[in-house]
Structures are given as C-alpha cells and as structure tokens.
C-alpha cells in the first residue's frame, strides 16, 4: 500500500483478527471444541507473522517463499498426512481443510504455493518404503527448509495428464528423464520435483514411472517462470529435463506404478484444492462484510447508512453468496469427515475403483466456479477500496481467476462426471 485511500476506521475493522472474527462466529456450530481450538492456535500463529511483516505492506512486497521456514517450523505447510518426524499434530483431511481455510484467509497466494509443495510431499509419503534419502527429503518439505513442485502437465497436452510425451530410460543406476513440463506452481523456486515420465508414448499406462528430481544435482531439473499475472506472487514455471538423472534410490514408482500414483493423488489434491477455494471464499467474504458494516454512503443526511443495509450490498451479495458459502462448507466438512473414516479400507483398493474420485471433481469443479463467482462480486461490493492494494482481496482475486483451471479444468471436471453416471446407470 503505497498511498493510504481508507481511513483508519475501515482498515482497523478490516483486520486479520476481525476477518478470523467473521470466520470462527460462522464455524461455531459447525466444529467440535478440538476443531474450535485448533484452528485458533494457526490463527494465533498467523496473526503474529502478519504483526511481524507489517501487516497489509508485507504482503504486497514479500517473497512469500521466503516464508516456507516459517510455517514449516509450525506445521503449517500440510496436515492431510503424517509427520514422520512428529506425532504431536493434528493430522487428517479435515484437519487439512481447517488449515487451508485459516491459512488461506491470511494469505491465498501463499497458501496456493503451499499447496504445490504438498503435491510432492503426497507420493513420498505414500511410498519412500522407508529409504532414508526420501524421508529426508519429506521432512525437509514438511519443515520449509525445502520447496516442493509436481510434473505433470505438458505442451499440447493440457489436461490430457495420461497421454504424456516427456520420455524416461532405464540406465545403470536410475532413469534419464527427457522433455519439458509446463504450468508447475512454484518449479522456478523449487528444490525438487515429483515427475512422471513415460518409457513408451503409445503405452503410457504401462510404462509411466515417477521419481523426486532435485535441482542442485548436476543432472536435475531447470525452470524458467512463465508470466501469469493473476498470482504474480507465486512462480509458476516451465520446467524442462535434458538427460536429467534420478538415481533408482528416488524412484517413488516403477514401470507402471507412476499410472497408479498418478490418480492416486487426485482425490486428495482436488479435495485440497476445493478446500483452498473455499477459504479464500471466507477471506474475500470476511472482508466485504466487514467494510460494508462501517462504509456509510447515502442516507438522510447523506454518508449516514451503512452500504450492508442497501438492498444491492446486503441483500444481492453479502446474504446471497453467504448462504452458498455456507452450503458448500458443510459439504467439505462431511466429504472430509467420510474420507478421514475411509482412509484405511481405501488404501488397500485401486486408486481407479476409489468412490471418491467423482466427489471430489464434482466438489472441485464447484468451489473453483464459486469462488471466481463471490470473490468478484464481494470485490465490488466494496468499490473502489475492493481493487486496490489497501486489502487482500486483489490477492483472493487474482487465485480466483485461474481456480477453474487448476488441477484439471472444469470440463474435465465435468467429463468425470458424466462417466460417473454413467457408471451408476450400469450398476442398477
């Protein structure tokens, strides 16, 4: 903020600690005690880092990965899995949820960048078989001391994950990985990247492995950013491989595997990325509601009432976009519920025959319309203050815009969708 339009008055009520205000006052009947005192103690943690880097300054001017250390030395990065290294935390897809949203009313294009490091914590998790070198690289992602990215989407193929033309081959010692991925969220900063590569185009679901690659290696991975103004804070990169080497002891999937970890982690990733949209939906709320409560515009005498009470603020978005805000909370917080309850018995089945598949599209595919859809209207509910640097809402903004594109577009979305009908069709 380099020149201050809002009084004091409208930026005090506008705080970290009121915006976490609005958000716990609409939780309270929601979450248990536990739940209650969890996400207080994040938002403690949060409210103290925001006192530290000077409020809204901070975030407009931060290298926010220059805090991964920060909330790794919290355990803010991640709670969808197991610390090997703690086991004092809270951990769980819920406790994941109720960490997006507390994180992501603080900072969503920080948290979005978090969430890409997740995406290369998932597969070590899920299979580092105990090798000592894995378990150091999941405990270096889960404290920030590292930065985590994934490859999967390439040139000319988008959405199409399967079809990949990025080429892997067995040599003495490992495989050589060759070709370039492209949109990889946080790849021109990142220490490592879970790749997926292909030994053969025309049979890439029985040839795709997975391996962690890391930069520093004389045969690692190179990144250059590619320009996407709507999250200038977080580098989303093109990430390119010539005869990189990744030695057999950081393959997470042979011949074949990498086809299974590859819809392996599309349930939990599009059940986070939901769970992100949803807690920017609860920052750009918060904040509308807040400004709209101490803004007087018109009136007798003029400037006397607040906009909240004008029809066109109050009525047309604030109540509106809370009821459906409110509605698709609760879906999250009992499709996480059911899926913390499932955990086991889902990890001994195909990730192709995981009843959650379809849930989570469908539940991605509606937060990330939603979340463009409030953040806008929330964003000129407030005026001329919803544009400018005096708030975050540009940042909520600006995730909000590519929400329908990230972790596989809407019609993709809506493609499994379809087939999952048709599927249920056939079983009656």
Request: net charge negative.
């Amino acid at each position: 903020m380099k020149i201050q339009l809002v009084e004091d008055e409208i930026l005090d009520m506008m705080s970290l600690k009121n915006q976490y205000g609005v958000f716990n006052n609409n939780m309270m009947m929601l979450l248990d005690d536990n739940d209650k005192n969890y996400i207080e103690e994040i938002q403690q943690l949060c409210l103290e880092q925001e006192e530290k880097i000077g409020g809204i300054n901070g975030h407009n001017n931060a290298d926010y990965y220059d805090w991964f250390p920060w909330a790794g030395k919290h355990a803010l990065i991640n709670r969808s899995n197991e610390y090997p290294h703690r086991d004092d935390l809270k951990i769980g897809m819920k406790a994941e949820l109720l960490r997006c949203w507390t994180m992501d009313i603080f900072n969503p294009q920080f948290n979005m960048a978090m969430g890409a490091s997740t995406l290369c914590i998932n597969p070590i998790v899920h299979h580092h078989n105990n090798r000592e070198n894995l378990l150091k690289d999941l405990q270096d992602l889960l404290d920030g001391t590292k930065i985590g990215c994934i490859g999967i989407t390439e040139p000319k193929r988008g959405s199409d994950a399967v079809n990949m033309t990025v080429k892997a081959e067995k040599v003495d010692g490992g495989y050589t990985i060759d070709g370039i991925k492209c949109y990889t969220t946080n790849s021109p900063k990142a220490d490592m990247v879970a790749v997926y590569a292909v030994l053969n185009e025309e049979d890439p679901r029985g040839t795709m492995v997975q391996g962690i690659s890391h930069k520093e290696w004389d045969r690692g991975f190179k990144a250059e950013r590619i320009g996407i103004p709507s999250v200038s804070k977080v580098h989303i990169g093109k990430t390119i491989f010539e005869d990189s080497f990744i030695p057999e002891d950081y393959m997470t999937g042979g011949p074949g595997e990498g086809y299974h970890i590859l819809f392996e982690g599309l349930v939990p990733e599009r059940i986070g990325i939901a769970a992100t949209n949803v807690g920017q939906m609860w920052g750009a709320f918060a904040l509308a509601s807040l400004y709209s409560t101490v803004r007087k515009q018109f009136g007798t005498p003029p400037g006397t009432t607040k906009i909240l009470l004008h029809q066109a603020v109050g009525m047309s978005v604030l109540a509106k976009y809370h009821s459906r805000l409110i509605s698709i909370t609760m879906a999250l917080l009992k499709l996480a519920e059911a899926y913390d309850a499932k955990r086991d018995e889902l990890a001994g089945i195909s990730p192709f025959m995981n009843p959650f598949v379809a849930m989570a599209s469908q539940v991605k595919e509606q937060a990330a319309q939603l979340v463009h859809e409030l953040t806008y209207e929330c964003m000129h509910a407030m005026g001329g203050t919803g544009v400018t640097d005096q708030t975050k809402m540009p940042l909520i903004q600006g995730v909000s815009e590519i929400a329908e594109v990230v972790g596989g577009t809407r019609n993709v979305q809506l493609l499994i969708g379809s087939r999952t009908i048709n599927t249920m069709v056939k079983m009656i």
